[in-house]
């Protein structure tokens, strides 16, 4: 069974860009939830889509925005790039909204220049 | 708001040791879950052992097993028979109970070294 795949795996942008990053999880799974984790500040949960639907947001700010396809596969964006946003971006997903269990990606890291 | 706190930023264990990590955190809710996460590196973060709040018993996982002080909002996670491949960062986490969420909030992480 293949795992959660997480793509591109390295991005260099610039300030100002915008990026879309994007996530395939384990066949089956329905619910996609998105982390950044940086040295500064470790893992912070940015939102959880379960079919299609955003069940929950973290405290980021609306240029970061995500979606969630009718296969699950999710894509989350960046718009307006700060310097502050180089980070690893871990998706993870499970089977549903009552299983506990989450199996994450590689991530995708992303380097704002 | 719930929160999650790992006061050791790193530990160091010879191999074939046992070495403990700790993790409180703090809730206001009975039920809920905690975890341990490893992230070995330049490696996907996987799950090493889980623990329901409502349940009493201590849960282990081969040589992994934490010590779950409900009271105390304690949860630490102890390793037997440490091995060069434990070597990785460890997460502890929380997350609420039942269905609506699989948000997970998480510690700053143990980066534990195992020497040889």
């Known amino acids: 069974k293949a795992g959660v795949t997480q793509t591109p795996r390295y991005l260099i942008k610039t300030r100002g860009q915008q990026v879309t990053l994007s996530c395939s999880p384990i066949s089956g799974h329905r619910s996609v939830s998105w982390y950044q984790q940086t040295p500064g500040q470790g893992l912070q949960f940015l939102f959880e889509?379960?079919?299609?639907?955003?069940?929950n947001k973290g405290n980021f700010p609306g240029r970061f925005s995500g979606r969630q396809f009718s296969n699950s596969r999710s894509e989350m964006n960046v718009s307006t790039l700060e310097l502050g946003d180089s980070a690893l971006y871990l998706c993870?997903?499970?089977?549903?909204?009552?299983?506990?269990?989450?199996?994450f990606g590689p991530g995708t890291r992303l380097t704002v220049t | 708001a719930q929160t999650v706190t790992q006061s050791q930023p790193e530990m160091s264990v010879q191999e074939a040791e046992t070495v403990t990590l700790s993790c409180t955190y703090d809730t206001s809710e009975s039920d809920y879950y905690l975890f341990w996460y490893k992230q070995p590196p330049s490696r996907q973060m996987i799950l090493v052992i889980r623990?329901?709040?409502?349940?009493?018993q201590n849960a282990t996982e081969n040589r992994f097993s934490v010590n779950f002080q409900k009271a105390a909002k304690s949860f630490s996670l102890k390793i037997s028979d440490s091995q060069l491949g434990d070597a990785a960062m460890y997460f502890c986490?929380?997350?609420?109970?039942?269905?609506?969420?699989?948000?997970?909030?998480f510690g700053t992480g143990t980066l534990l070294a195992v020497q040889p």
């Open positions: 986490a929380y997350r609420e109970y039942g269905g609506a969420t699989n948000k997970l909030i």
């Open positions: 889509y379960f079919s299609e639907t955003q069940r």
């Open positions: 623990q329901e709040a409502y349940k009493q």
């Open positions: 993870a997903s499970s089977f549903s909204g009552d299983t506990y269990e989450q199996y």
